[in-house]
């Protein structure tokens, strides 16, 4: 099946392409990209869905519940590679239909 | 105010214990989060925004489930029946809200001068609850319909909640 790579899922692909080996928090994710809940989570379930984000819950300390964390799986690193570089070309071209017309 | 902020952890509880096990991991993913947000109106918001995605991704599971292979027509006929749900809420919410708006100032026509917000809440709450009924008298036999009833109760309830709380002044 095929991801719908849209504007909000580019935000949360460049999230997690600043640090790829690093687990991040829903909420963090959610401050950084402006995205709300209902938006933030079915991006992430999806990407999980498609095994291109894994999931773990916190290493438990003591009295403080566990939070879930997210990071891109190596596919998934490709992907957000592939809409990074992907971007600048689209946008270049957008610029250049934009002068000729 | 902690009562709102108890409330919300009380209500996502809710969601959690009742959602459909596949969601439920992601349900409590997302009340864990609820401990790190500051303002309890930004949290009462994350809880709203939490639901939604449980109630879609609930869907989508739901849509999956059954046959492993869902032929096209199968799918399409769900479809159908979700969007027909839908289509049958609207058209219920719009003649409710005129029915029960026209009834209510009839009777009380002081009201219509009075400027008071309940009797938008009582037309709303009306609504709300006539959608709940359609969705259980059909869950058993035309369950398609009754998730998209349902699904038009869940986006007009949470749009209702949203607007209390951005228009509430005390």
């Known amino acids: 099946m095929k991801l719908r790579v849209s504007p909000q899922t580019l ?70 590679r592939e809409q990074r570089q992907g971007r600048p070309l689209n946008a270049r071209r957008t610029e250049l239909s934009g002068a000729e017309g | 105010m902690p009562t709102l902020r108890g409330l919300t952890v009380r209500w996502l509880e809710a969601i959690v214990r009742n959602a459909p096990p596949p969601c439920r991991e992601w349900a409590s993913a997302m009340l864990r989060e609820l401990d790190f947000i500051e303002s309890d109106w930004a949290a009462l918001l ?40 839908v289509l049958i809420a609207v058209a219920l919410m719009a003649a409710g809200a005129f029915g ?32 709940v009924v359609g969705t259980v008298k059909l869950w058993q036999k035309r369950r398609p319909m009754a998730v998209g009833i349902l699904l038009a109760a869940v986006v007009f309830g949470t749009h209702f909640v949203v607007h209390i709380a951005t228009h509430w002044n005390g």
């Open chain 2, 100 to 131: 029960v708006h026209g009834v209510l100032f009839r009777f009380f026509p002081a009201l219509e001068h009075q400027g008071v917000p309940w009797p938008v809440w009582v037309i709303a709450l009306v609504l709300e609850a006539l959608l």
């Open chain 1, 11 to 80: 935000k949360v692909l460049e999230v997690f392409l600043e640090e790829p080996r690093l687990w991040r928090y829903g909420y963090d994710i959610s401050r950084v990209t402006g995205l709300k809940s209902g938006s933030l989570y079915p991006i992430l379930m999806r990407l999980a869905d498609r095994r291109l984000l894994e999931t773990e819950w916190e290493t438990n300390e003591a009295g403080k519940p566990p939070r879930h964390l997210y990071r891109l799986t190596p596919d998934g690193l490709q992907l957000a």
């Open chain 2, 46 to 85: 994350w809880a709203i925004g939490s639901m939604a995605s449980i109630s879609r991704h609930g869907l989508r599971v739901w849509m999956r489930s059954g046959e492993e292979e869902p032929t096209m027509k199968d799918t399409a006929i769900k479809v159908a029946g979700v969007l027909l749900g």
